[in-house]
């Protein structure tokens, strides 16, 4: 049997990369004529105002190079779809406004590119495994081939968050949060690790013009990468992903899950690599922030000193929907610490996470673990952030009664926080936004 072929290229703009890339391996070797075709970018998040999307989003340089290509392959039906996070329920368009902000219409305009927000579109319930079942997007079910555009980037619950994760953006509400289920069997590597079973066939074209160190979001560590992983083959891009990020795709135990599904090797033994060699661009980027031996502080905040209070760290059963909050709590405590220890405090996150019997406070975020806590006996105080997404008011008067005074529109504030972090990248002319534009 033939091998499977990723590339690995340089990029370089205004140089038709992308085209170079697909042609090398033929990564559109499965279009077919006349096709449906759907392009899924990776927009994680979109807000108003300026915030860092480097490492975060799809750079639209590259997907504007994919529409060029596929139009000059005749493809005259292309649907650009994605379900960006949306953390507020009332919060409407945000998806048309993330494709207005990133130079989408004028796709539209120029080469009659449609654009579906995930949101605003219907799911279809299908079984992913036997008894197991989610919801999603008919434009990706409805489609004859998907050019899926991940950013390349790590992640703090699976290691990497490449094609393969990408494909969540695919999914309802209801359906990302299932797969974040407090099965330590039916984990969140094992639900992502079922998605390639329900595609069209499909091409992947990972995006690392720039790539992120302890992603998803903008408040990881963003690099000027310069490249772009192709192939016809999603596992195959994924695991040279990986690689490129300085991973074993055999340690990341969902491409492990999808390998075995597909009666494949999970290292790189069937993987023919054209173009640039793996060890010649990996740089290992970490994946999540460290925590102490114990897993009850990050380590910079017990450097700082922090005695008297644990923040559990999170695991897999942590939807989107409470970790940008934890987020926040972090920063808040280490941000407040004036050198008084707490008095025995507990953070606990997630769908599966007991009180400590000895502890004064035990703080329960997220509804989940509310309701998982409902009738647990311990000798301290419960506090309860209940909602979900948790709601604000109840995180501030959480952290009240710690000593911590904060307005709960900190919580939901989120163009504050991207202007906070865009702070680091002045004066970086690296950091190009012109990338996040068409011209």
């Known amino acids: 049997m033939n091998n499977i072929k990723v590339a690995i290229h340089k990029f370089e703009k205004n140089s038709e990369t992308v085209k170079k890339a697909v042609k090398s391996v033929n990564a559109f070797e499965y279009l077919p004529l006349n096709a449906k075709v759907v392009i899924k970018p990776n927009i994680v998040v ?37 379900g960006s996070l949306q953390m507020d329920p ?19 305009k120029r080469y009659g590119v449609k654009l579906a927000d995930a949101w605003e579109r219907p799911f279809q319930k299908i079984e992913i495994a036997d008894g197991l079942s989610l919801k999603l997007s008919t434009d990706l079910l409805d489609s004859d081939f998907l050019v899926n555009v991940p950013v390349l980037k790590t992640h703090a619950q699976v290691k990497v968050s490449l094609g393969i994760k990408n494909l969540k953006g695919f999914l309802n509400v209801g359906s990302r949060k299932k797969c974040h289920s407090a099965d330590h069997k039916k984990d969140l590597g094992y639900m992502i690790s079922r998605l390639p079973n329900l595609l069209p066939p499909s091409a ?52 492990v899950k999808a390998a075995a599904d597909q009666g494949v090797s999970s290292d790189l033994c069937d993987i023919d690599i054209l173009g640039e060699k793996i060890e010649d661009v990996a740089a290992f980027h970490k994946y999540t922030f460290s925590y102490n031996k114990e897993n009850t502080l990050p380590k910079s905040m ?16 942590l939807c989107t929907y409470c970790s940008a909050l934890v987020g926040k709590l972090l920063t808040i405590i280490a941000m407040s610490y004036k050198g008084e220890p707490f008095d025995d405090v507990e953070f606990l996150t997630g769908k599966r996470m007991r009180p400590c019997k000895d502890a004064k406070k035990s703080i329960l975020v997220g509804q989940c673990l509310c309701a998982l806590n409902k009738n647990h006996e ?7 952030i209940k909602g979900c997404p948790p709601d604000p008011g109840q995180a501030a008067r959480a952290l009240k009664g710690i000593g911590i005074d904060i307005d709960p529109s900190f919580f939901t504030n989120f163009e504050m926080e991207g202007a906070f972090f865009m702070k680091r990248f002045e004066n970086k002319p690296e950091f190009d936004e012109s990338y996040y534009t068409i011209t």
């Open 302 to 317: 017990e450097k700082m000193g922090i005695k008297g209070l644990a923040f559990h760290k999170f695991d897999t059963s």
């Open 378 to 384: 311990v000798s301290g105080e419960i506090v309860k």
């Open 90 to 108: 009332m919060q409407k368009n945000i998806g048309q406004k993330s494709f207005e902000g990133l130079g989408y219409h004028k796709l539209k």
């Open 46 to 82: 979109w807000l108003d105002t300026p915030y860092p999307k480097w490492g975060v989003i799809t750079t639209s340089t590259i997907m504007e190079e994919v529409v060029i290509l596929l139009k000059e392959y005749g493809v005259n039906d292309i649907t650009i779809a994605e």
């Open 204 to 255: 992947t074209i990972i995006d690392g013009v720039y790539t992120m160190e302890r992603g998803p979001s903008f408040d990881g560590k963003p690099r000027r990468s310069d490249l772009v992983i192709v192939s016809s083959n999603l596992l195959a891009a994924d695991m040279v992903g990986a690689s490129v990020l300085g991973h074993d795709p055999c340690d990341i135990p969902y491409l």
